[in-house]
């Protein structure tokens, strides 16, 4: 397979998205976020979606032109809009201003509305981690998982991602969807005709199942099964409720160019760790951790996305024929 950089990709998917009728600037946050996932080895969140991203805005189910709108109903919490548009400049937006308030708050929520997929989760929670910042963000997305014991599809894969800055090096980064498995990597193997592994989902008539595309039609299995779950629910609670979105099973789909907006919404709170702990945080946090690594074959969570991160933007990315191709043509040649 043709091998390209990261800005070679990233010029491609810029100029797809801008062909499709999203502005220069919406464009330019929406290639960064998707290279980003793409760098980390996260590739069902990468060169994947741009597909989808610019058939959904040719159809106007994202609006590549939406401006994201800011308020602050309180003097720790804000709000901002997506309007139909990416989800990208809305956290980017939202998160920019939480970096300022928590200095005079401690903590911050922001609550984002109407919004799309919301990619790679913990790029987000790492960007406030580089800043000295914790973050914990929950999202919801459209129904991929059946409550425990039931059928039917109600919540989605749900990602929860958590970002804390370290003393020396790259921050700890945890993200997880709330499913075993993001639904975005079934999709992958759905598209290839590929199996997946035991465990990740079950049918539309909930049997286990390894045919992906049987699977597409089912539901996702949760994480921690009944744990998970309920976990589930909690961030459904949070990213969908208290934000004033769409629930999953209300949410249209994110590989589709039919239909409304899906209008999920994301929800981020955000500490200033000085203001709780002072300059003792980050000595305390080094010696969790390093208990933790001391341990023979144990590594921290997230560990992996750096040593890729760093593999990829030295070798590049390895991209098939048929989706260069497809990027290529959206790009304009």
Known sequence: MPKKTLDELHDLIFRALENAGTTRENAEIVADALIAAE????????????????????SGKVDGRAKPSLSQPAAAAIRVDANSGFAYP??????????????????????IA????????????????????????????????APWGGKVPIFGTNPVAFGCPRKFGDPLVVDMSLAKVARGKIKLA????????????????????????????????????????????????????????????EATSFFSADG?????????????????????????????????????????PGARRFDVRARIKRDGVEVGQALLADLEERAGG
């Open 39 to 58: 760098a980390d080895g996260l590739r069902s969140h990468g060169l994947a979606r741009v597909e989808s991203y610019a058939e959904q805005v040719k």
């Open 90 to 111: 809305a956290i980017k937006m939202g998160l920019e201003r939480a970096a300022e308030l928590v200095k005079e708050t401690g903590v911050v929520s922001v609550a």
């Open 114 to 145: 109407r919004s799309h997929h919301s990619g790679a989760f913990g790029i987000h929670v790492e960007w406030l981690a580089r800043q000295g910042l914790l973050g914990l963000g929950f999202s919801n997305s459209p129904a991929g998982i």
């Open 190 to 249: 759905a598209d290839k005709g590929e199996p997946i592994p035991e465990g990740w989902a079950v049918d539309a008539d909930g049997k286990p199942t390894t045919d992906a595309k049987a699977a597409m039609k089912g539901s996702n299995t949760p994480m921690g099964d009944a744990k998970g779950y309920a976990l589930v629910l909690v961030s459904e609670i949070l990213s969908a409720i208290l934000t004033g979105s769409h629930f999953g099973s």
């Open 260 to 300: 409304p907006p899906p209008h999920v919404g994301q929800l981020f709170l955000v500490f200033d760790p000085q203001v709780f702990a002072g300059d003792r945080f980050l000595d305390r946090l080094e010696d969790l951790l390093g208990a933790i690594l001391a341990q023979q074959g144990v590594r921290l």
